[in-house]
């Protein structure tokens, strides 16, 4: 039990990381998806802010990073689990 306390730390930490890049790929990219022109930029209505297609979508990478590594941990987390309650049994 000991030992998976760390495990279960460092994917919480991986999914929290994972959903605040999801949440900046939001408001960076996915929130203005239908203003983007063929260059890749999209114009605010009052013209103060300009938004690249190119400045959101890095957002995804490490969204699908740390999501693939929570998944990874949390299912290691799972096996260790059920390997060790068996073997007491």
């Not at 949440?23 to 103060?48: H, K, S, V």
Request: charged share 15%; proline share 3%; hydrophobic share 45%.
């Amino acid at each position: 039990m000991r030992r998976q306390i760390p495990l279960l730390l460092s994917g919480i930490l991986a999914a929290g990381l994972s959903l605040a890049s999801w949440y900046f790929f939001y408001i960076r990219y996915f929130a203005w998806r239908n203003c983007f022109n063929e260059l890749g930029r999209c114009y605010d209505p009052d013209g103060t802010r300009q938004v690249y297609t190119t400045a959101g979508m890095t957002w995804a990478l490490p969204g699908t990073f740390f999501l693939l590594v929570a998944l990874v941990v949390f299912s290691i987390g799972r096996f260790h689990r059920g390997r060790f309650s068996r073997s007491q049994n």
